[in-house]
């Protein structure tokens, strides 16, 4: 997929690169109340936006080709389409954007350093067993999984990639210095939003914010009242769900999308919301737990390192 036309249009200071379910939408929201930083509303997703693992519905099978959206040097024109998102704030002291993936994109450290040489990261670090758990609900509540949590671990692998942490920051820190890296702990972020707004601000060198006068990002989340129910429910909306994401990117605008936005529409408007009405998740059963704390701290391992500090504190049951 390729775009037309190019102008010189403002680029990102800085990247929110993740991870999901981590608070990430709450510092955005956040920060975009900061009259000396310009944000976009949405996740851009442009330095990963060709991974089938974290971004299936980005790419598709069209008369047996696969279409998929190029970021290499020679597309200039999908290039312009990442600068457009960027356009309203040309104007503005800082800018930044937000994609929760880039965290574990192999592909995305070096892809943004060769293009923002000079950009800032700020990735938000969360219990790694409770960000799993969040990202299942949010895979159901969103019509995205027909499983239960444990067989989600099996087939969606972006629930144990999006809990990798150790690995991909050190690439980053490699890739980009530990100046311009900044991970921030979600439980300290929970624990005093000030004083790690604070932090944030200061190192991104904007004005200080006093969120006493500042809204906060609240988004009550509501959970299947029969979690097996909600599965057959994403199980018969499958075909509708399994296309939400394709025109991310733009550049699809014939009749057929037309229609398949305006399905999408009803279909989360009126028929997924049905059973989301819970006000927690089921707990999480005791094995998975224990399954989960010894593989994503095996998967982490040197973290509390890398961080100076001893996670294990933090997070129950972390020994990385």
Not at 6 to 24: E, H, N, Q, V
Not at 30 to 48: C, T, V
Not at 77 to 91: G, I, K, M
Request: proline share 7%; aromatic share 12%; hydrophobic share 35%.
């Amino acid at each position: 997929m390729t775009r037309a036309a190019t102008s010189p249009f403002r680029l990102p200071d800085f990247i929110i690169g993740g991870a999901p379910k981590c608070g990430t939408t709450s510092v955005h929201f956040i920060l975009g109340q900061n009259p000396s930083i310009g944000l976009p509303d949405e996740e851009i997703h442009y330095f990963d936006a060709d991974d089938p693992i974290t971004h299936p519905d980005f790419l598709h099978v069209q008369n047996g080709t696969l279409e998929w959206f190029d970021t290499s040097a020679v597309h200039t024109a999908n290039l312009e389409w990442y600068r457009q998102r960027f356009h309203p704030f040309a104007d503005m002291p800082i800018v930044g954007e937000d994609s929760t993936t880039y965290l574990f994109s192999e592909a995305a450290p070096e892809r943004i350093k060769a293009l923002l040489p000079d950009a800032k990261l700020i990735f938000m670090l969360r219990d790694p067993v409770k960000r799993a758990y969040s990202q299942y609900w949010h895979l159901i509540c969103s019509g995205r999984l027909t499983c239960s949590f444990e067989e989600g671990l099996l087939r969606h692998t972006s629930i144990i990639l999006g809990s990798t942490y150790a690995p991909h920051l050190a690439r980053y820190l490699k890739v980009f210095g530990e100046e311009k890296v900044k991970a921030v702990i979600f439980e300290d972020f929970i624990g005093d939003q000030q004083a790690q707004i604070n932090d944030i601000t200061d190192y991104l060198t904007a004005p200080r914010m006093d969120l006493a006068t500042a809204q906060t990002w609240f988004n009550q989340t509501s959970y299947p009242t029969h979690p097996k129910a909600q599965q057959w429910l994403n199980w018969v909306g499958s075909k509708v769900v399994a296309k939400r994401y394709r025109n991310h990117m733009g550049g699809n605008d014939g009749w057929a999308d037309s229609m398949r936005r305006k399905t999408h529409y009803r279909w989360f408007r009126y028929i997924n919301p049905i059973l989301l009405k819970a006000p927690k998740p089921p707990p999480m059963q005791d094995v998975t737990r224990t399954f989960l704390q010894q593989h994503l701290s095996a998967r982490n391992a040197g973290l509390s390192d890398m961080m100076g500090r001893d996670l294990s504190k933090v997070w129950q049951g972390f020994t990385g």
